[in-house]
């Protein structure tokens, strides 16, 4: 494929110009890869490491004397290294599928409570060993990452049962230690190793040409907008008035969730744009009428989103805000078929027997 | 393959630029003729043939389809080719295999769907289908259906026959052993419903089998199923060696991140034990996505290749010590066929890529051919 679409438009370098050879067409492919790797990627994981450094630093400092205000900056590292987690969360290829990562930081959704029954177990177990990186490493995913942790700080009596029983603040610990781990991990490998492997992408190795990594980039720009749209809210919602679970929201507990999909559509909008100004970005593979019309859904949808609260159960209580949601909804959907609409209009497709079942 | 295959490759690197074998053997015959189905970016489904000449594929025909196809049957002294539609479809599209030309539709009834898959027998006289008897809301819907084919001249006709119970629900791939006289199914053991679309209505107590009945009378001889934990994990698809050897790929339907068996391998009666299964050393066990999309022995029986195709990967085993020999990327890869030297696969991308197992060499061979499509799940071949 020739990037015949928005690098043209924009009166880009001219190595970008029309009916290049293949093999500078694969040069394209690559120069979009590495801006997303450098540019948005890696950044985002380095926040997100750094935040997870803070917050295994905090949860020691509250173990050692747990109080009301240690738990209120406990809470307040949740919610910094949540905010990273939310802006990367739709890169769900590399580094982050390795060991289990992605399902280790953040097991969501848990439709048979598994999550709770597990950690009163291991809690109740009271098992030193456990607590080993190694070990704790190998316990079900759903007592390892951020829903566990949730649920340790954010219960009404929280702060009642972590200053009462020891091993229930070392099992808090032990979580933000796993992810602080996880999350180095994560980082390290893109940057030591994959990005070299998207760097040379376009040789035999993990992907099959440069086009082929700039795929991934492009799903994990596309699928998160639906899977926000139907997990995130429309499951939430209900079909009526009245049918509403908030309790199926992501994060509810910490009261976050729409701020959840705040950070999610902001990250996607930076996915796409790019953070720095060399004007390569992922948007750079479509057309530029296109990238004006996703770019549009975007600034509503966002709109819309800066207008609510953080909390999803606070969003409701008001008049109107069951529309608000709905509005969002309706704008995701938007934005998701402005993607897919976008993507037909070029040679690039993002599965076929891959979504088939069969 | 050799251990030091690696170093081979050096050596080897650039010696080779197209699938020579396959090339040679393809010489004013036609063959091998390649067979799948495909979908464009209008929806629309259709039946291609294709060949190779020195590197390069070459359509032979190209016909639309009602609807979304699966698998196709082929039996070379019928002429005919047979495409079977997807679930929950119900027509058999018959088409002339020196022309591509369409012979034939035939639906099954209306109280009944296809599963994608089907086998003639190597005379040419049967074919056999799986099938959902889905108004049977309990108890075990899938079907094995013997039909009578008949080729005269521009005439291709299939007769229902018989129909036998698979001894399972959700049957799909079926295979006749060497012998003809044994049917080995894959009953996936989910439950779905035509007024349900493609949802699947019974995860948590499904049961899948490898199941051997008689061709002939349809009774019970073997029935084989993993351990519990794996209930989950649904036998698909299949495919044989010359010894009989079965290989099993699976499609499991239980979190991303449990470790369950994708493929397996059984032989009726030296094996009462069961299925032994194959697995992948981490990250590739992973990378499968728990997802095995076709499986296909090569043509010496010892290696088969089985498409990841959520994995974006295709992986190639030794069945000699159950182990994996390696993998290459293919993104959306599914449909594969054995070839002189290797495996020839496709991929929902319209990629069609020639692999050569000796040396781990990979040949682009085109995409899509004169217009673009997606290569749907299986590759058929038409053999010397």
């Known amino acids: ?358 | 393959m050799n251990i030091d295959r690696r170093q081979f490759n050096t050596l080897a690197a650039g010696l080779l630029s197209w699938p020579t074998v396959v090339a040679a053997s393809n010489k004013n015959t036609g063959k091998p003729l390649f067979l799948s189905a495909a979908s464009d970016g209008d929806d629309r489904h259709w039946v291609i043939g294709f060949s190779t000449e020195t590197g390069i594929t070459k359509q032979v025909f190209k016909h639309q389809l009602p609807a979304r196809a699966h698998h196709i049957a082929v039996h070379e002294a019928l002429g005919v080719y047979l495409v079977i539609a997807r679930r929950p479809g119900r027509y058999l599209w018959a088409g002339d295999l020196a022309t591509g030309k369409h012979l034939n539709t035939i639906n099954v009834p209306d109280d009944r769907h296809l599963y994608g898959h089907g086998v003639f027998t190597n005379n040419g006289k049967n074919f056999y289908t799986t099938e959902n008897a889905w108004k049977l809301i309990n108890g075990d819907s899938g079907r094995v259906v013997t039909w009578q084919a008949d080729r005269r001249g521009d005439t291709f006709t299939l007769e229902r026959l018989e129909e036998y119970p698979s001894y399972g629900t959700g049957p799909h791939e079926l295979l006749l052993k060497p012998d003809q006289q044994t049917l080995v199914v894959a009953n996936g053991g989910i439950r779905t419903h035509p007024d349900r679309g493609r949802e699947k209505l019974n995860i948590t107590s499904m049961q899948p089998s490898l199941v051997y009945m008689d061709a002939g009378t349809g009774d019970l001889q073997d029935q084989y199923v993993l351990k519990a934990d794996y209930h989950k994990a649904s036998i698909r698809h299949l495919d044989q060696n010359a010894s009989g050897l079965i290989a099993i790929a699976m499609q499991y339907q239980g979190e991303a991140f449990d470790r369950a068996p994708l493929l397996a391998l059984h032989q009726q009666g030296k094996e009462g034990k069961g299925m032994r299964t194959l697995w992948a050393p981490e990250p590739v066990q992973g990378q499968m996505s728990q997802y095995v999309g076709s499986v296909r022995f090569d043509n010496s029986g010892r290696y088969i290749a089985a498409s990841c195709p959520r994995g974006n990967m295709i992986s190639f085993w030794d069945t000699n010590n159950d182990s994996l020999v390696g993998t290459v990327r293919s993104r959306d890869g599914c449909g594969v066929s054995a070839v002189d030297n290797g495996f020839l696969y496709t991929a929902g991308t319209g990629r069609i890529v020639w692999y050569d197992l000796a040396t781990d060499q990979v040949v682009d061979m085109g995409s899509s051919l004169e217009d673009k499509v997606f290569w749907d799940n299986h590759l058929s071949i038409l053999s010397v």
Not at chain 1, 1 to 23: C, E, H, S, V, W
């Open chain 1, 1 to 358: 494929m020739k990037f015949r679409y928005a690098f043209i438009a924009a009166g880009l370098t001219a190595n970008l110009l029309i009916a290049q050879p293949a093999d500078e067409s694969a040069e394209n492919w690559t120069e979009v890869n590495l801006a997303v790797t450098d540019s948005h990627v890696i950044p985002a994981y380095t926040s997100l490491m750094q935040a997870t450094q803070e917050l295994e630093t905090i949860a020691d400092a509250f173990c050692r004397s747990p109080d009301a205000e240690g738990l209120a900056s406990f809470q307040d590292k949740f919610h910094s290294s949540m905010d990273p987690w939310q802006q990367i969360q739709h890169i769900q290829f590399g580094p982050i599928t390795y060991f289990n990562w992605n399902f280790r930081i953040h097991y969501w959704p848990d439709e048979q409570g598994t999550g709770a029954r597990q950690l009163d177990a291991l809690i109740a177990a009271e098992n030193q060993n456990i607590l080993s990186s190694d070990n704790f490493a190998v316990e079900s995913v759903a007592v390892q990452g951020y829903p566990a942790l949730e649920r340790l700080l954010f219960e009404a009596d929280s702060l009642t049962s972590l200053q009462g029983n020891p091993y229930r603040c070392q099992v808090a610990q032990t979580i933000t230690r796993n992810i602080s781990e996880i999350t180095r991990g994560v980082q390290t490998r893109w940057v030591d190793e994959f990005r070299t492997t998207v760097a040379n992408a376009d040789e035999r190795g993990f992907f099959e040409s440069a086009e082929d990594a700039t795929i991934d980039f492009l799903k994990a720009q596309v699928e998160p907008v639906r899977r926000i749209q139907q997990q995130k809210l429309e499951e939430v919602l209900g079909e009526s008035a009245g049918r509403e679970r908030v309790q199926r929201a992501e994060s509810w507990r910490s009261d976050r969730s729409l701020r959840n999909i705040r950070l999610n559509i902001l990250a996607l909008e930076g996915l796409f744009n790019g953070a720095d100004d060399s004007g390569v970005q992922l948007s750079s593979v479509l057309l530029t009428e296109d990238v004006a019309t996703i770019n549009n859904d975007f600034t509503e949808l966002n709109a819309s989103l800066a207008a609510l609260p953080d909390s999803f159960a606070e969003t409701l209580e008001v008049d109107g805000g069951r529309e608000n949601l709905e509005q969002v909804i309706a704008q995701l959907d938007t934005l998701f078929e402005a993607l897919e609409a976008a993507l037909k209009n070029t040679d690039l497709y993002l599965g076929f027997n891959s979504l088939d079942g069969d």
